[in-house]
């Protein structure tokens, strides 16, 4: 009886509010549909198309893959689901997807990025907390897929980013597009920690003081413990972390400053060139004394989807090293290529995921090989997909400006109980 008002009650709230998570089993099967061995829901196996929920900015790259699959041989037959840009229609259409997922059904495939904080106007996304989403059980396990893929290498992949992608040991999303926060600095200044970079040079305290408007949830480490349920920075430190980022963002305005800061991603990578000899791109470290990444775009496999293997076709080759470095495929008797000018999307291209490929992609942005193998080797510690909380802490930082110790002390408590709250749903 619990269960049964518990789904009620989580209907009616996706159905009013849009929310994402649910105390029931997003994974049971519509009635009359059998599981079958890898998946549940909709019947996809007796021809009907495979559904791919996209953003729009990615329909022209998913439509490239669709052609390369369909000359490459593949039997399978897709379909896009590409989501409104209209705010209230954007709404609407998640809201009814979010409950087909929770009925058995939606989508098979999603290529999506988590809701990006720094959006002017804030955009929706399918889950807003990819986090939850992983540890609710609606996302087929990918592990066994992967071991059998003969393009998707993830073994090539940086692990701290993959690691990102899993609950309960199991890979539920694929990563595909990853960034991080930096700076353009004169020389190598030795710098790595939050701490080094808040006692630093004038010039070190001005350009990452200006980084903090738009990144300062990127000077946390690990923000949600293991469990997933409860945040893993204690209020009393999450307090002097707002207090240090608002005293340097005072300072960015108010002392030395002017060099390219952003985030990691082929934009970034032009200002920087364009600053001049003798400058080096240096990461925004974290209060944990390491470097957290931003995941931009992921790709996942719907646990009621009836085809996973059809499903994983697609998915598979966006990890591939051939569009992870930029590069077309050649199928032999076609006598052309498929996804030379491939992207990830207007709003989440970024850096690729495979270490490997790195340095390789700074040189194609004209970087020199020397300074190229240097910033490949900037080590991830701590890596997630875009989230709700993020904009919580953005919003924070903003809300703190020019405050009181009282007035942040205060801001932060309310922050902390509402992000508390909503990893508790």
């Given at each position: 009886?619990?269960?049964?008002?518990?789904?009620l009650?989580?209907?009616?709230?996706?159905?009013?509010?849009?929310c994402?998570?649910?105390n029931?089993?997003p994974?049971t099967?519509?009635?009359g549909?059998?599981?079958?061995?890898?998946g549940?829901?909709k019947?996809?196996?007796d021809g009907?198309?495979?559904?791919?929920?996209?953003?729009?900015d990615?329909?022209?790259?998913?439509k490239?893959?669709?052609?390369?699959?369909?000359?490459?041989?593949?039997?399978?037959?897709?379909?896009l689901?590409?989501?409104?840009?209209?705010?209230?229609?954007?709404?609407?259409?998640?809201?009814?997807?979010?409950?087909?997922i929770?009925?058995g059904?939606?989508?098979?495939?999603?290529?999506?990025?988590?809701?990006?904080?720094n959006?002017?106007?804030?955009?929706?996304?399918?889950?807003?907390?990819?986090?939850?989403?992983?540890q609710?059980?609606?996302?087929?396990?990918?592990?066994d897929l992967?071991?059998e893929?003969?393009?998707?290498?993830?073994?090539?992949?940086?692990?701290?980013?993959?690691r990102?992608?899993q609950?309960?040991d199991?890979?539920?999303?694929?990563?595909?597009?990853?960034?991080?926060?930096?700076?353009?600095?004169?020389g190598?200044?030795?710098?790595?920690?939050w701490?080094?970079?808040?006692s630093?040079?004038?010039?070190?305290?001005?350009?990452?003081?200006?980084?903090?408007?738009?990144?300062?949830?990127?000077?946390?480490?690990?923000?949600?413990?293991?469990?997933?349920?409860?945040l893993?920075?204690?209020?009393?430190?999450?307090?002097?972390?707002?207090?240090?980022?608002?005293?340097?963002?005072?300072?960015?305005?108010?002392?030395?400053?002017?060099?390219?800061?952003?985030l990691?991603?082929?934009?970034?990578?032009q200002?920087?060139?364009?600053?001049?000899?003798?400058?080096?791109?240096?990461?925004?470290?974290n209060?944990?004394g390491?470097?957290?990444?931003?995941i931009?775009?992921?790709?996942a496999?719907?646990?009621?989807c009836?085809?996973?293997?059809g499903?994983?076709?697609?998915?598979e080759?966006?990890?591939?090293?051939?569009?992870?470095?930029?590069?077309?495929?050649?199928?032999?008797?076609?006598?052309?290529?498929?996804?030379?000018?491939?992207?990830?999307?207007?709003d989440?291209?970024?850096?690729?995921?495979?270490?490997?490929l790195?340095a390789?992609?700074?040189?194609?942005?004209?970087m020199?090989a020397?300074q190229?193998?240097?910033?490949?080797?900037?080590?991830?510690?701590?890596?997630?997909?875009?989230?709700?909380?993020?904009?919580?802490?953005?919003?924070?930082?903003?809300?703190?400006?020019?405050?009181?110790?009282?007035?942040i002390?205060?801001?932060?408590?309310?922050?902390?109980?509402?992000?508390?709250?909503?990893?508790a749903?």
């Amino acid at each position: 009886m619990k269960r049964a008002i518990a789904l009620l009650l989580v209907l009616a709230l996706c159905m009013l509010a849009g929310c994402e998570r649910a105390n029931t089993d997003p994974t049971t099967p519509k009635e009359g549909i059998q599981a079958s061995a890898a998946g549940q829901g909709k019947d996809t196996a007796d021809g009907g198309e495979i559904t791919i929920c996209i953003n729009k900015d990615f329909e022209r790259p998913a439509k490239d893959v669709l052609e390369y699959l369909k000359a490459s041989g593949c039997e399978a037959s897709f379909e896009l689901l590409v989501l409104p840009s209209g705010k209230e229609e954007r709404e609407s259409k998640i809201s009814r997807l979010r409950t087909e997922i929770m009925g058995g059904g939606g989508p098979d495939v999603f290529v999506l990025p988590g809701p990006n904080p720094n959006y002017v106007e804030s955009r929706e996304e399918l889950f807003q907390n990819v986090g939850k989403t992983m540890q609710s059980g609606a996302l087929l396990p990918l592990d066994d897929l992967l071991a059998e893929s003969e393009i998707a290498h993830v073994e090539a992949c940086d692990e701290t980013i993959m690691r990102a992608g899993q609950a309960n040991d199991e890979q539920l999303i694929l990563p595909l597009q990853v960034t991080y926060s930096a700076a353009v600095l004169e020389g190598t200044p030795a710098l790595s920690s939050w701490e080094d970079i808040f006692s630093g040079s004038n010039k070190v305290r001005a350009a990452f003081g200006r980084l903090m408007g738009t990144s300062f949830f990127n000077t946390l480490g690990q923000l949600v413990d293991d469990t997933g349920e409860n945040l893993a920075i204690e209020k009393e430190d999450l307090v002097a972390l707002v207090t240090q980022a608002t005293e340097l963002h005072a300072f960015a305005f108010e002392g030395e400053g002017g060099a390219p800061v952003g985030l990691m991603g082929e934009n970034f990578l032009q200002q920087a060139s364009a600053a001049g000899e003798g400058m080096e791109i240096v990461p925004l470290y974290n209060n944990q004394g390491g470097v957290t990444a931003n995941i931009t775009l992921y790709a996942a496999i719907n646990r009621n989807c009836a085809d996973p293997s059809g499903a994983f076709r697609f998915v598979e080759v966006l990890l591939s090293d051939t569009l992870q470095g930029g590069r077309g495929f050649t199928v032999e008797g076609t006598g052309r290529s498929y996804c030379s000018t491939f992207y990830y999307g207007t709003d989440t291209v970024a850096l690729p995921v495979k270490t490997s490929l790195l340095a390789d992609y700074y040189v194609s942005k004209g970087m020199a090989a020397e300074q190229a193998k240097a910033l490949a080797g900037v080590e991830i510690t701590t890596a997630r997909v875009y989230a709700d909380l993020d904009a919580d802490l953005l919003s924070l930082f903003v809300k703190c400006q020019g405050a009181s110790e009282e007035e942040i002390a205060q801001a932060v408590d309310e922050t902390y109980t509402t992000m508390q709250m909503k990893l508790a749903e």
